[in-house]
């Protein structure tokens, strides 16, 4: 039986999910959903002509909605009743804000790390996971807005999405290529368990070996372990010439990690993926993805412990110290101190129903900021 999944959020990233799911067994009915009812009905037909246009015959649908409406989400939810949930919405990327500054300053910007950036990407899922659990079904929500993070502190509140897609995932495929080229070994025959959080999967593509936070990588040839044959500072280098993309760029390979995440479980195939944020964990690990989501799989040389270890570290030097019994986060200093000197903003403690406001004041922060250097009224879209 075909799964009906529901996409929030129909801009690049999940239109480009869109674009891949109409064209894969086990995928039944697919609805769009968002504010723009004009752009999602456009939207929906130029995906379904071009895989019409490729033979595919899929059966889409548009719908509004607004996650900042609890109740009349949940009340949408609950007609739809989608099988999977697909939510790329967040209230700002951070690449939006990076893209269009001066070098140096987006450089130095980017020196904060996404963690205080938290309540942009946190405040629309917990909205969107109070609807959920409001509608009483048992559906399952794929997450992509910082995952790695946003999980964890929902967690706490028993709302944590079932899995997260992008960051560890993102990484895999060139991961596996660097290894290939370093062995000369066919990319086929490689295969890799990786334990990181999103600060080493950002930081590697860009600067090579990480030095800042731990990662855990066994990598595999034809199932033999060759992890002691690596040079991990020239296999870890090669990525900074293969993957250092920003912007939209990107956000293909986001998007495969999430089509490929859905339909595992959409054909319930215990398929090894990797994945940030499986049931609430912090950071990223390798899973095995069935109908009812991600398990995590760790070779017998990891302890699960030691892998909650190496990601709360690497969550630390992504700008988190820690992440309280009751969803308070509490930010590191010196990440926050840049976002002080940048955009005039700063939080040191943030609970779970402050996120509302600090993402509307990191907003128009950005707005003015990257107003201030491109003479113009600055982000695209207004304040909710």
Known sequence: MKVSVLIIGAGDLGGRVLDLLVRLD?????IIAGR???????????????????????DLA??????????????????L????????????ALWRVLVPLPRE???????????????VHLTLVHKLMQAVKNTGLDCRVVNAAFPDAVHPVLAKWELAPTIGVGHVGDIIPALRKSISLFLKEPVEKV?????????ITHFIPRFGYPVDAPCYLKAMVDGSDVTGRLDLHRVY???????????????????TSATRIIEAMANNTRELVHAPGPNGLPGGYPVKVDAKGGAVWLPETLSFEEAIRINEEGQRADGIDRIDMDGTVHFVDKPMGVMKRILGYQCKTMKVEESEGYARELVAKSRELVARYSGSSGLSGSLP
Not at 36 to 58: I, V
């Open 26 to 30: 086990g995928i039944g009915k697919i």
């Open 36 to 58: 723009d009812e004009e752009y999602l009905h456009r939207k929906k037909n130029l995906s379904m002509f071009a895989a019409l246009q490729l033979g595919y015959y899929p």
């Open 62 to 79: 548009h719908v509004k909605m607004d996650i900042d409406d609890i109740d009349h989400t949940a009340e949408t939810i609950l007609k």
């Open 81 to 92: 009743k989608p099988d999977i949930i697909f939510n790329a919405a967040t209230r700002q």
């Open 105 to 119: 300053v987006s450089e130095e910007l980017g020196r904060a790390q996404l963690g205080p950036w938290l309540p």
């Open 191 to 199: 295969e890799v368990l990786f334990v990181a959080q999103h600060y």
């Open 237 to 255: 280098g090669a990525l900074t010439k293969q993957l250092a993309q920003t912007g939209t760029e990107a956000q293909i390979i986001t998007a």
